[in-house]
């Protein structure tokens, strides 16, 4: 196979060259046809050429054996200066290996790009340089595939020998695997019916378990419609009564009414009578304090009235004393003037007592007046008592709830 591939790239590769002399042959039959002034611009191009490449010398051609690696490209060929080259040994199949058809079309399209581009840059000279690279390449190629045929013989038998190996261990484990396969096909087989069983299994209780759903969703449906008839019946029933309880109130809201305006009135009778009455009591009030006072100021005149009798009497006996004494005296010396008037003091004591006893010096006109005045100050004291006893019982005979509205 690839001494295969190796001579058709070298069928290929000569055939670039055959293409790339004929170009260069059309490119100078061309440029003998062209006039005189055209042929002096091609030759002063081709001296700047000259001039370019003394100033800037380059490398050689790329390297075609490394161009011909897997996973390089090769867009355009550079043609250079010729350098020496030198031949690696072929350690690997990557060293060189067979010319690719993208290679073929891009020497086509290097060779297109330099028949067009002969007229400006390039020039005959370095079409000829040109062409002896191309030349001593094709020979480097040529040892190079030489020697490259010789360690691709030695890959290809150890590959036959790898491949023959790792064709048996695959044969063994494709033998595994089908056994494999031929065990998990007929556990599938059982899952398949196992699984058919039970989908069937559980298809029936499904089945029974819709069945029970729609009847029990139908006796639902029915107490459904019961409880809502029930309900219906209370409500309307709840309804009436409701109606008759807002009747009911309203005429016991009516009577309430009638009979708030009617307690209103009585009490506000009430009120007014309670506050007569505490006019009243407070009257009775104040004539009772009245009365109190006038009894005090009364009391306070009978304290007084009977404070000055009592001095009166007191200086009455006192004078009276001293005329006894006096008379005593004076009887001591007169004794038949008191053997005279014995009879007299005798009525006297029993008229008016030891105490009210006086001996007055001017007869008996100023006894009976004094007797008078004490007469009448009797009276009047006897007249005071009797009315304050009389104020005193009337007090006694007021009622509980009087003396509570007075409290």
């Known amino acids: 196979m690839h001494e295969e591939t190796i001579g058709v790239y070298n069928a290929e590769f000569v055939n670039r060259y055959t293409f790339s002399e004929t170009s260069l042959a059309t490119n100078v039959t061309h440029q003998d046809q062209l006039p005189i002034e055209e042929k002096k611009e091609n030759t002063e191009s081709v001296n700047l050429g000259k001039e370019k490449e003394t100033k800037e010398p380059t490398s050689s051609i790329r390297n075609v054996a490394t161009s011909n690696q897997p996973g390089i490209e090769r867009n355009t060929l550079e043609y250079k200066e010729p350098t020496e ?32 581009g002969s007229d400006a840059n390039n ?73 058919q069983n039970e989908l069937a299994q559980m298809r029936q209780t499904l089945d029974n378990e819709i069945r029970l759903r729609n009847t029990r969703e139908q006796e639902l449906k029915l107490e459904k419609e019961e409880i809502v008839d029930e309900l219906q019946k209370t409500l309307y029933e709840v309804q009436q009564a409701r109606t008759r309880e807002i009747v009911d109130f309203s005429q016991t809201r009516s009577a309430y009414i009638v009979l708030k305006g009617r307690l209103q009135n009585e009490l506000q009778v009430k009120e007014n009578a309670s506050r007569e009455q505490q006019r009243i009591l407070e009257e009775e009030r104040q004539q009772k304090t009245d009365l109190e006072d006038r009894l005090r100021t009364l009391q306070l005149q009978m304290e007084e009235e009977r404070n000055r009798h009592e001095q009166r009497e007191m200086l009455s006996r006192q004078s009276l004393q001293q005329e006894l004494q006096a008379k005593e005296n004076a009887s001591q010396s007169n004794s038949v003037f008191w053997k005279k008037n014995a009879n007299r003091r005798q009525t006297w004591r ?58």
């Open 85 to 116: 080259v030198t031949i690696p040994a072929p350690e690997s199949n990557t060293a060189a290996g067979p010319v690719k058809p993208d290679e073929i079309l891009t020497a086509k399209q290097d060779s297109k790009q330099i028949e067009q």
């Open 350 to 407: 029993i008229a008016y007592g030891p105490c009210n006893f006086k001996w007055k010096k001017k007869g008996t006109g100023t006894s009976q007046r004094e007797m008078l005045s004490r007469q009448s100050v009797q009276q009047e004291l006897q007249v005071k008592e009797n009315a304050i006893t009389e104020q005193k019982a009337s007090f006694g005979r007021r009622t509980p709830t009087e003396d509570r509205l007075g409290g």
């Open 123 to 195: 020039n005959w000279r370095q079409v000829q340089s040109d062409v002896a690279q191309m030349h001593q390449a094709l020979e480097q190629r040529k040892t190079c595939s030489q020697y490259q045929k010789t360690g691709i013989k030695e890959k290809k038998t150890v590959l036959i020998n790898t491949l023959q190996n790792t064709l048996g261990e695959e044969q063994q484990v494709r033998t595994r695997v089908e056994e494999e396969l031929n065990q998990a096909r007929i556990a599938y087989s059982e899952l398949e019916v196992r699984s």
